[in-house]
């Protein structure tokens, strides 16, 4: 079950995507959390951030709508307060950090600096398309290489979260390998909107969102196959409407090396527990050993 991202090696191939899990153990009732491949937090900022206006969540007809903002109580109180539930599961943990500019970035990651070795990775997310006042830094090439290079106090593997939004992943995550980046999490949410019928305004409180769930999948796929014949020997971690055990083994083909699994967890929380054991029986059934074999079928 073991697979290899990086210098980083996780004990299963699928683990929760960042923001839908929440910060700590809340789906410890649900499955064996030291079972999965990591636990990814949701985003976590260096200080507390009130997020969006309500409402947050929309459902579409595959998936869903969101515009939660990052919300969430900042990295001190979740080093204190919240990670060692996390890691009394067994879990293996991911702390994805974001921030408003470069100095929050560099400022996140000097705090997790001191984080126990059970935080294995820090994802940076660079794609969220949820905050008002900057861009999404995934789509410009040079601010996200700045980024990376700034958080490198964390003192740990940094994968960048990138975005399928831009016709720059290629280039943005040949650029955030450069600056430092060990491996690269693809995609994340779609940009989105939607209205209500009985008032002809926005469903979402801030607007527009990010569309998740089943529709975008197939977009995931072929994100994560052009970014693994241009930069074949980047890993990739893949994301992006995984509900089933073929969807996690659609993402291997295409390049990754291991798969998160996040909206679906919304209808099932024990939705990564019951991809990976789909996705393993599935290698079982066609006598692959490896998750890595299964890149090497195409």
Known sequence: MEVQIGSVTLPGPVMTASGTAGYGSELAPFMDLS??????????????????????????AQGM?????????????????????????????????????????????????????????????????????????????????????????????????????TDRTIDVARAVRGAGAEAVTCINTLLGLGYDRDTLRPVLGA??????????????????????VALPDLPIIGVGGVASGWDAVELLLAGAVAVQVGTATFADPAAPSKVQLELLDWMSRCGIARTADVTALT
Not at 41 to 59: E, F, I, M, Q
Request: aromatic letters at 6%; hydrophobic letters at 45%; proline letters at 8%.
């Open 35 to 60: 079972r999965l491949g990591a636990v990814v937090t949701k985003s976590l900022a260096p200080y507390d951030w009130p997020g969006n206006p309500a409402p947050r969540v929309h459902p579409t």
């Open 65 to 165: 709508m969101n515009a939660v903002g990052l919300q969430g109580p900042g990295i001190p109180y979740w080093l204190d307060r919240v990670l060692p539930g996390l890691l009394a599961t067994g879990a293996t943990v991911v702390c994805s950090i974001w921030g408003r500019s470069v100095d929050d970035y560099r400022l996140a990651a000097e705090q997790l600096a001191q984080a126990p070795a059970g935080v294995v990775a820090v994802e940076v997310n660079l794609s969220c398309p949820n905050l008002a006042g900057h861009g999404i830094f995934a789509h410009d090439v040079e601010l996200s290489a700045e980024v990376i290079a700034a958080t490198e106090a964390c003192a740990r593997p940094r994968w960048a979260k990138l975005s399928a939004n």
């Open 207 to 228: 607007g527009g969102g990010g569309l998740s769930g089943r529709a975008i999948h197939p977009v995931a796929v072929r994100a994560v196959h052009d970014l693994h």
